[in-house]
């Protein structure tokens, strides 16, 4: 990596007004009277929408004066063509004051989506990521929206952005921009109680590779120093994102194997609630890099691979798992670029693990012997992928040039290959 001639010196970082904790999720109506709304969306998925939580929170909007209608029609993992159909809806039904999603990365990228497109000109694709999309910055403010997550995982109610799946283009991306932050996140942690063991176990390695690839990221003053109009959300690792990603690496190591086996012990759920909560302030302003990249082609080139705990009418790579399947190779690959950050991860996430002779081994082994033990699939060749896959793959992982720019070190083609290929068994 070249040294800069102008190093960085500012790091920035940005958060959501917060409301944590078991019973948070009854008070959004008085904190949306705040406002001053008196007509709301709230966007959710049909599982969510069935364990009740979407319409109670709509139900208790009332007694504040404020009109509030569930829209059920999230698809699970968000496509170009889902985004729409739900912007449509919303354009059709509202004008909507203020949005609420409850769910989880799913639900909540839909209503950023959504309240994009109703307070903005122009076409969804325009504001998608370049080179897939048009990366155009949205002009004016969105409307007041208040996210509610039901998973622990993405952290979505924190960042500034929405992921989407491209369908022409076979390829997974997102919309990127400050103004994408939810206004308030509500964290309730009794709402994930009734996550499926699948997705609790995906949705876990998500916050694990968040917290895991921020705090190994490119440092903000390993780059060129930006002007006030170059910044971008991501900025690499900085001292803030990295406490951050500290503490939720220990709350994972409590927690993360009991929230799983026993879904019903409601401590657990809280720690991976506050996990997925901190891990999402970390990389929201740090950025991720090198597994999130390579899952953005694992997730959109599936072909039939059908996770338990997912809806059964699509096939899917669920985000989580797709990130998690080339962490461990992709960590051996970083692992010249701060030796030192890689074994305190590994021993934040395993304390009192025994030091291996090769060093570089110790983070893919704590991650490989979690990953055995929740039931994640063994590497890419588990979800349906090849040998002959590969090509497509880097080709994919080459186009999150936004998210590479993150990684502590240089990805040429031949690396990116050497990591999908490594994934193929990982045990
Ligand atoms: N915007 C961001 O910053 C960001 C970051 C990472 C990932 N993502 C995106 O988020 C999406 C994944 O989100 P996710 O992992 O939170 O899962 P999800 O929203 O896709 O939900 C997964 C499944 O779990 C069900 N479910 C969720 N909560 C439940 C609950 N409490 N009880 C019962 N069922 C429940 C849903 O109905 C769904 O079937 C992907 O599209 C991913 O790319 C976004
Ligand atoms: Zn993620």
Known sequence: MHLPTNPESVFTYGAPQLKFGPGSSDEIGYDLAAYG???????????VAATGHPQRVADQMASFGIEAQVYDGTHVEPTDASLQEAVDHARSTGPWDAFVAVGGGSAIDTAKAV?????????LLDYVNA??????????????LVAVPTTTGTGSESTTICVLDVLEQKVK???????????????DPRLTLTQPAGVTAAAGMDILCHALESWTARPYTSYERKTPEQRVPYCGANPIADMWAEKS??????????????????EARTQMALAATFAG???????????????YPVAGRVRDFHPDGYPHDHAMVPHGMAVSLTAPEAFRFTFDADPERHVRAAEMLAPGADRPDDLREMLPAVLTDLMRDIGIPNGLGAVGYGESDVPALVEGTLKQQRLLATAPKEVTEEDAAAILRGSLELW
């Open 37 to 47: 709304v008196r007509r709301v969306l709230v966007v959710t998925d049909p599982g």
């Open 249 to 266: 690496l220990r709350l994972l190591a409590g927690s993360f194997r009991t929230a799983v086996l026993h879904g019903d012990d409601e």
């Open 115 to 123: 309240d994009l497109m109703t307070t903005n000109p122009g076409e």
């Open 173 to 187: 991306t997102g919309i990127s921009h400050p103004r994408l932050r939810p206004t308030l996140a509500v964290v």
């Open 131 to 144: 080179p897939v999309g048009g990366g155009r910055a949205p002009e004016h403010p969105l409307a007041p």
């Open 281 to 295: 302030m970390g990389f929201g302003n740090a950025g991720v890099h090198i597994p999130h990249a390579n899952a």
